[in-house]
């Protein structure tokens, strides 16, 4: 039996949106928030390191005009508030490897992302490099 071509297409595509489908119910956590699905990993690495030279140069001990301080720049309140968000009450704001630690968990998270006033920057320079 032949199939005509444009139902060949249509089941193709639909096998393909069902599959992405279930690719994202299977990302999604407990709680009902996305987490990060694999293909996803190479491009949240970009963006962090992105956003960590567009606040600090790389710096670990740089500290800002405002009292911010590490290689996310974090506010010691801010830095406090989203420790106890991610359950992550053990971390120090004035331990660099702590701030990235808390970068990437926050960085991961839409709700959190918009504590870094260069998150949107930081994305568009890593399409933008992507794309050169």
Known sequence: MKIDEDI?????????AIAMAMAVIVATNSWGD???IDYNEK???EV???VQRLESSFGKNLCGKDGEWGPYQFKEKTFNWM???ANMEHLTWFDHHDQVT??????????YQRHWSTHKR???????RRYK
């Open 83 to 85: 420790k106890k968000k």
């Open 8 to 16: 060949r297409i249509w089941i193709i595509t639909s096998l393909f």
């Open 102 to 111: 808390l970068a990437d968990w926050a960085l991961r998270n839409p709700t």
């Open 34 to 36: 996305i987490t990060h």
């Open 122 to 128: 930081a994305e568009q320079n890593v399409v933008i």
């Open 48 to 50: 962090m390191m992105e």
């Open 43 to 45: 491009h949240h690495q």
